[in-house]
């Protein structure tokens, strides 16, 4: 599961960096059912990012595609950075075309 160079190839456990404890629950949930429990903005932000780093594009690419269909003037410039920072290309076009209108 572990492919990529992380913080956990040089410690002796998982490291979690600020992390919502609800997050990894979510996160073990997708991993044996394929599905997501949770509704909440803060919350899917904290699970895509979890995603992003374990290389988990599936789930990824669920949140990606959520966060496309749910982007308001309200939430679009951390969606812009969200997106920038995990390499989310199709949030970053739709999301930054929302910011240029």
């Not at 199709?90 to 240029?100: A, I, M, P, W």
């Amino acid at each position: 599961m572990f492919t990529n160079p992380a913080a956990e190839e040089f410690h002796t456990g998982v490291v979690r960096e600020k992390t919502l404890p609800e997050a990894v629950l979510d996160v073990m949930i997708y991993c044996y059912y394929s599905g997501f429990t949770s509704t909440e903005e803060e919350l899917a932000v904290s699970i895509f990012k979890l995603a992003d780093k374990y290389s988990m594009t599936g789930m990824k690419n669920k949140l990606e595609k959520r966060f496309i269909e749910e982007l308001s003037n309200e939430v679009v410039l951390e969606m812009v950075e969200l997106a920038d920072t995990h390499s989310a290309e199709d949030l970053k076009e739709v999301s930054g075309g929302l910011l240029n209108r």
